[in-house]
């Protein structure tokens, strides 16, 4: 299994961009996918989170990201509207299916004021 994450890059405070990771292999019954981040000297954190019905967001991107799956093309987007300089980090999405977990490679996000 393999997922491919695109659509980083250097934006402007208040600018948007939008992500996607696409899952290949064989990897079936997905039961979230998701969207988390690191930056420099900081732990890994969520940012958002789709499965079982539900969806949920870090208080920090509430109102900016949202995240979208095509479950046909599994595929999962995060859109990242009004960005801070503090949601610079590098973006890894995650593919939980039902006997594991998978993570990306990571994407870099580079918000500059």
């Not at 789709?50 to 046909?72: E, H, L, M, P």
């Amino acid at each position: 299994v393999q997922l491919q994450a695109s659509g980083g890059g250097l934006v402007q405070a208040g600018g948007s961009l939008r992500l996607s990771c696409e899952a290949s292999g064989s990897i079936f019954s997905i039961n979230s996918m998701g969207w988390y981040r690191q930056a420099p000297g900081k732990q890994r954190e969520l940012v958002a989170v789709q499965g079982g019905g539900s969806t949920n967001y870090a208080d920090s991107v509430k109102g900016r990201f949202t995240i979208s799956r095509d479950n046909a093309k599994k595929t999962v987007y995060l859109q990242m509207n009004s960005l801070k300089p503090e949601d610079t980090a590098v973006y890894y999405c995650k593919v939980q299916d039902r006997t594991r977990s998978y993570w990306g490679k990571g994407t870099q996000v580079t918000v500059s004021s």
